[in-house]
């Protein structure tokens, strides 16, 4: 057994280590500044509760990209430096976000020994590589993200920092399934390299019908087609949908994880899910190849997810209402009922229908899913989603790509239990227009203004804020700019009280409501590593059967104009059009 020593190395605070609800995210070339990740750590051990560190057992994992390897070394030798008895690591370094939290909530070591949290390497649906994105988040003992009480101190601590310990072990091969032992002061420290799906697989089986899947992916009417966009997903693509539910592997777009993800912007949705998009007839050139029946795809950690179906995209607010709206017949896991229903803010109100009609409990939390957890650890949601591609439910405290799309498959494997002998195939696109005929539609499409200069960006969201104090002066406004369009009735900024914990999260979106229902929202959104994102949200209910069928982005025209007179975007911004439309 190879024996350590423990060494404190002094350091002095970097003073822009501030977490945000997904972690710490900056450009590689400031994670590789001496120092830099290693007072992270050292941030968040200290913030943690003794137990939770002396003796612990700590996952160290993410999607793969750029600076992981070096990353994941430097996290294992603090990590007996500071104490703990192991760390788990996916092999080579891969595990997806929502496999986290499955092993931090379900895997047991030979010992007996269970996970008390995890450090997780990803920067999400952000590009990877030498000029790119880096990104690291702490998950508790339930799976799900540190929670602000937590975060808060991490960065305080940042604020302060002084030294940090670490341990003289050499690196860790972690390309290898096995356990290596290493013996310091305190006694004995492994690390144990796993298999990076069994736990998630496992996992999977005991929520779904693969049986059910399986008769529909053999159907010959059936086509499916999963791109993981070169992120982790792939690291769960062949296992699931080859293997244990029998789809062909040309099915498989993109499934060789890359530390820059194949050079591409590794997010689910139509602008950046290029050849996903084409391959289901909704690129800008006609294909003579028939698309496939179903298509899906995930994001770089593969916790988010975008749903596709032949020439047709289902929006994630509509997803995640048609999911709860089948769940009780679909999937095995919720044959019981729902607990209850939540939603980010954000996120349309088809969710909120769906809840009223089935009599379910209903929420309406600020983005960030460690709200979502808190409801989940109480006991009173079920399932849950966000506009920006994230569903999951309270299998795990994440939000999970791979969960969404067997649900979906699950959906479809329910919907043509009959059929799949003989008759029509009952398609996404039926599906979709059938819970429209049913709860209604809400029109809804996002604006992305990425990378704008921060100081406008603030000066816009209070510009914002201040015309909220005079409605009337926001009515003039509007009829000035569209006639026809309702009229504002209400204007805020989002606040949440936790109805689990009390706790209360202030300026979380800036609203405006309208008498027909009708939604203006607009966020800044700390999600990327430079720069301000502007997310600007419409929505318009639309109840008549007969005016469901019309193209969104006409339905939404006049709040489209509306919106970005009131907010005067191209004046505080420069920007004459967004950076992606979704």
């Given at each position: 057994?190879?024996?350590?020593?423990?060494?404190?190395?002094?350091?002095?605070?970097?003073?822009?280590?501030?977490?945000?609800?997904?972690?710490?995210?900056?450009?590689?070339?400031?994670?590789?500044?001496?120092?830099?990740?290693?007072?992270?750590?050292?941030?968040?051990?200290?913030?943690?509760?003794?137990?939770?560190?002396?003796?612990?057992?700590?996952?160290?994992?993410?999607?793969?990209?750029?600076?992981?390897?070096?990353?994941?070394?430097?996290?294992?030798?603090?990590?007996?430096?500071?104490?703990?008895?192991?760390?788990?690591?996916?092999?080579?370094?891969?595990?997806?976000?929502?496999?986290?939290?499955?092993?931090?909530?379900?895997?047991?070591?030979?010992?007996?020994?269970?996970?008390?949290?995890?450090?997780?390497?990803?920067?999400?649906?952000?590009?990877?590589?030498?000029?790119?994105?880096?990104?690291?988040?702490?998950?508790?003992?339930?799976?799900?993200?540190?929670?602000?009480?937590?975060?808060?101190?991490?960065?305080?601590?940042?604020?302060?920092?002084?030294?940090?310990?670490?341990?003289?072990?050499?690196?860790?091969?972690?390309?290898?399934?096995?356990?290596?032992?290493?013996?310091?002061?305190?006694?004995?420290?492994?690390?144990?390299?796993?298999?990076?799906?069994?736990?998630?697989?496992?996992?999977?089986?005991?929520?779904?019908?693969?049986?059910?899947?399986?008769?529909?992916?053999?159907?010959?009417?059936?086509?499916?087609?999963?791109?993981?966009?070169?992120?982790?997903?792939?690291?769960?693509?062949?296992?699931?949908?080859?293997?244990?539910?029998?789809?062909?592997?040309?099915?498989?777009?993109?499934?060789?994880?890359?530390?820059?993800?194949?050079?591409?912007?590794?997010?689910?949705?139509?602008?950046?899910?290029?050849?996903?998009?084409?391959?289901?007839?909704?690129?800008?050139?006609?294909?003579?190849?028939?698309?496939?029946e179903f298509g899906a795809a995930s994001d770089g950690d593969a916790d988010r997810n975008?749903?596709?179906?032949?020439?047709?995209?289902?929006?994630?607010?509509?997803?995640?209402?048609?999911?709860?709206?089948?769940?009780?017949?679909?999937?095995?896991?919720?044959?019981?009922?729902?607990?209850?229903?939540?939603?980010?803010?954000?996120?349309?109100?088809?969710?909120?229908?769906?809840?009223?009609?089935?009599?379910?409990?209903?929420?309406?939390?600020?983005?960030?899913?460690?709200?979502?957890?808190?409801?989940?650890?109480?006991?009173?949601?079920?399932?849950?989603?966000?506009?920006?591609?994230?569903?999951?439910?309270?299998?795990?405290?994440?939000?999970?790509?791979?969960?969404?799309?067997?649900?979906?498959?699950?959906?479809?494997?329910?919907?043509?239990?009959?059929?799949?002998?003989?008759?029509?195939?009952?398609?996404?696109?039926?599906?979709?227009?059938?819970?429209?005929?049913?709860?209604?539609?809400?029109?809804?499409?996002?604006?992305?203004?990425?990378?704008?200069?921060?100081?406008?960006?603030?000066?816009?969201?209070?510009?914002?804020?201040?015309?909220?104090?005079?409605?009337?002066?926001v009515n003039e406004i509007v009829s000035g700019i569209q006639s026809d369009v309702s009229?504002?009735?209400?204007?805020?900024?989002?606040?949440?009280?936790?109805?689990?914990?009390?706790?209360?999260?202030?300026?979380?979106?800036?609203?405006?409501?309208?008498?027909?229902?009708?939604?203006?929202?607009?966020?800044?959104?700390?999600?990327?590593?430079?720069?301000?994102?502007?997310?600007?949200?419409?929505?318009?209910?639309?109840?008549?059967?007969?005016?469901?069928?019309?193209?969104?982005?006409?339905?939404?025209?006049?709040?489209?104009?509306?919106?970005?007179?009131?907010?005067?975007?191209?004046?505080?911004?420069?920007?004459?059009?967004?950076?992606?439309?979704?």
């Amino acid at each position: 057994m190879v024996l350590f020593n423990v060494s404190r190395v002094e350091t002095t605070p970097f003073g822009d280590q501030k977490p945000g609800t997904s972690g710490l995210r900056k450009k590689v070339k400031v994670f590789k500044q001496p120092n830099y990740l290693q007072n992270f750590v050292q941030s968040t051990f200290n913030a943690l509760t003794p137990q939770n560190v002396r003796g612990a057992t700590l996952v160290v994992s993410g999607d793969g990209r750029y600076f992981s390897t070096d990353a994941i070394q430097i996290i294992t030798k603090m990590a007996a430096g500071n104490g703990l008895r192991r760390v788990w690591v996916g092999q080579n370094g891969l595990l997806s976000t929502p496999a986290v939290s499955a092993v931090i909530r379900e895997r047991v070591g030979v010992d007996g020994s269970k996970a008390t949290g995890a450090f997780i390497l990803t920067a999400s649906h952000n590009p990877g590589g030498p000029n790119e994105d880096f990104g690291i988040k702490y998950n508790m003992e339930n799976g799900g993200p540190a929670p602000e009480g937590i975060t808060d101190k991490i960065y305080e601590n940042t604020k302060t920092i002084k030294e940090y310990l670490t341990a003289d072990l050499p690196d860790v091969d972690i390309t290898a399934i096995g356990v290596t032992s290493y013996c310091g002061s305190e006694g004995q420290f492994d690390v144990e390299v796993f298999d990076s799906a069994s736990d998630y697989v496992k996992l999977m089986k005991s929520i779904f019908d693969f049986e059910s899947i399986r008769k529909l992916l053999s159907s010959p009417k059936f086509t499916f087609c999963y791109d993981a966009l070169h992120g982790v997903g792939g690291a769960y693509a062949k296992r699931i949908f080859v293997e244990e539910l029998g789809a062909q592997e040309s099915s498989l777009l993109n499934c060789v994880p890359k530390e820059d993800f194949g050079g591409g912007h590794p997010d689910p949705n139509l602008t950046y899910a290029k050849e996903l998009v084409a391959r289901m007839g909704l690129g800008k050139s006609n294909s003579e190849v028939e698309p496939p029946e179903f298509g899906a795809a995930s994001d770089g950690d593969a916790d988010r997810n975008m749903i596709l179906g032949k020439r047709f995209f289902v929006t994630p607010s509509d997803s995640v209402a048609i999911i709860a709206a089948n769940a009780v017949e679909a999937i095995p896991y919720f044959s019981a009922g729902l607990k209850g229903v939540a939603r980010s803010m954000p996120t349309s109100a088809a969710l909120d229908v769906v809840a009223k009609n089935l009599n379910l409990k209903f929420f309406e939390v600020p983005t960030g899913w460690k709200f979502f957890g808190n409801l989940m650890d109480a006991g009173l949601c079920s399932v849950c989603g966000e506009e920006s591609f994230g569903t999951g439910s309270d299998h795990i405290r994440e939000k999970d790509g791979i969960w969404a799309v067997l649900a979906w498959l699950s959906i479809l494997a329910c919907k043509n239990r009959e059929n799949l002998g003989g008759g029509k195939l009952v398609t996404v696109e039926d599906i979709v227009h059938n819970h429209w005929a049913t709860y209604g539609r809400h029109y809804y499409t996002r604006y992305d203004y990425e990378n704008v200069d921060a100081g406008a960006a603030k000066e816009l969201m209070a510009c914002l804020v201040k015309l909220q104090s005079s409605l009337t002066e926001v009515n003039e406004i509007v009829s000035g700019i569209q006639s026809d369009v309702s009229k504002v009735v209400h204007a805020d900024e989002f606040e949440y009280k936790d109805p689990v914990d009390g706790s209360i999260s202030k300026h979380q979106g800036i609203r405006y409501l309208f008498e027909d229902g009708s939604r203006l929202v607009f966020r800044l959104s700390g999600t990327g590593s430079e720069g301000a994102t502007i997310r600007l949200y419409i929505e318009q209910y639309e109840k008549d059967p007969s005016k469901t069928g019309r193209d969104s982005q006409d339905a939404l025209a006049p709040l489209v104009a509306v919106a970005l007179g009131l907010s005067k975007m191209q004046e505080f911004t420069g920007r004459s059009a967004p950076t992606v439309i979704t």
